[in-house]
């Protein structure tokens, strides 16, 4: 949660280690070019799913539950992403921040924000996979788009509280030279550190990771005992494609994130990181910034029906006359116009079952 961390200064620490000048050359030459790949990819497949979602809508399909989650998830990591260039001014500056106290709060912010708020959508997202697949038809009224809409909603309002000790405490630091860094100025840091380290382990992932291993546990436990009359199974199909896509979105997001959180705990008890440690923390720091790039070419990989929707996304709309018999006089005719587009769209489906049906 800590934006300049990247930088080699621990959570609210202000004693500066001589690990960022040992590893100058690392920070200002290799991980920028790391994270300049990362950024650009993320950004341009977050965009890209984006696109693809709001153009459906913008063809009249339905807009499901999944599709509601995904494009969030795809708005969040965007907005995580955008804080990389700053992130990657300060390594190319040995750490310096140069926009003001303003940007370095608001950015900050956004950081701690944007983890959390995925984290929690992707707790929402799992609840949904288990009312779709333990509880099809039970709760099939409460997986509505405006219901998500609502989660949704919650989830942001209950991350900007959460990160409040962000909007407090983050600020400008200073550096020998006249310099400044963005930084967590903690009133106490050694006991603020110890405490904020472990409230944003167990908000931002130790809750919402035992929460979702329970609830796809519970969903595992159904599908092999269940003995209740199944849906169709064109049904069970789709629902299993969405299910193995969340699982694979959640999974992806801890492994990206397990690393920073298991050495922000075991940084509580290293006084002087070693280079090693340097190393390792800024490896673990662009894993989770890459979380945020993996999630598009997950959702291509593991649905055939997103790369149909994307492909019908860029194709430019051609406008197809089609003359239809009016019903009203048997001698007159009614010219339609119909874009190409509408037309594969009534044909096809959606990029994600419709909540009409469970999923």
């Known amino acids: 949660m800590d934006f300049y961390n990247g930088s080699n200064f621990s959570l609210g620490d202000s004693n500066l280690t001589t690990t960022a000048v040992d590893g ?10 790391i994270f300049g790949i990362i950024c650009f990819l993320g950004i341009m497949g977050n965009c890209i799913v984006m696109y693809t979602i709001m153009k459906k809508t913008k063809c009249r399909a339905k807009q499901t539950v999944p599709d509601i989650f995904i494009l969030n998830v795809s708005i969040v ?11 990657i001014h300060q390594l190319l500056g040995n750490g310096t921040w140069h926009f003001g106290a303003t940007m370095c709060t608001v950015i900050t912010a956004l950081d701690s924000n944007s983890q959390i708020v995925s984290t929690y959508i992707l707790t929402a997202m799992t609840l949904d996979r288990y009312l779709a697949t333990v509880h099809p038809i039970r709760f099939n009224y409460v997986r509505t788009p405006c219901v998500a809409a609502l989660v949704i909603g919650l989830v942001w309002a209950l991350s900007l509280l959460t990160i409040i000790p962000v909007w407090m405490y983050a ?14 100025l903690l009133p106490d840091p050694v006991i603020d550190t110890y405490w904020f380290t472990l409230y944003q382990f167990f908000l931002a992932f130790a809750i919402p990771l035992v929460i979702i291993c329970l609830v796809f546990f519970k969903i595992l436990q159904h599908m092999s005992t269940s003995v209740a009359p199944l849906p169709p199974r064109s049904l069970r199909v789709r629902t299993r494609k969405v299910t193995r896509m969340a699982v694979a979105i959640c999974l992806a997001f801890f492994i990206c ?17 070693s280079l090693a440690f340097s190393y390792a923390y800024n490896i673990a720091i662009s894993m989770g910034y890459a979380n945020s790039c993996i999630n598009p070419f997950l959702y291509i990989i593991l649905s055939e029906t997103f790369k149909r929707q994307f492909l019908r996304a860029i194709r430019p709309v051609n406008r197809k006359f089609r003359v239809n018999p009016s019903t009203t006089d048997g001698a007159s005719m009614s010219v339609r116009m119909i ?12 990029m994600i079952p419709s909540n009409a049906a469970p999923q």
Do not use: R, T
Not at 24 to 33: D, F, H, K, R, T
């Open 171 to 184: 600020g400008l630091m200073p550096l020998p030279g006249g310099l400044v860094a963005c930084a967590l």
């Open 339 to 350: 874009p190409e587009g509408a037309q594969q769209e009534q044909a096809s489906g959606e």
């Open 257 to 273: 994130w397990a690393p920073y959180y298991i050495l922000q705990l075991v940084h509580l008890g290293v006084q002087k990181p």
């Open 24 to 33: 100058a050359l690392y920070c200002s030459a290799i991980l920028p070019v």
């Open 77 to 87: 990591d965007l907005l995580f992403l955008l804080g990389m260039p700053f992130l």
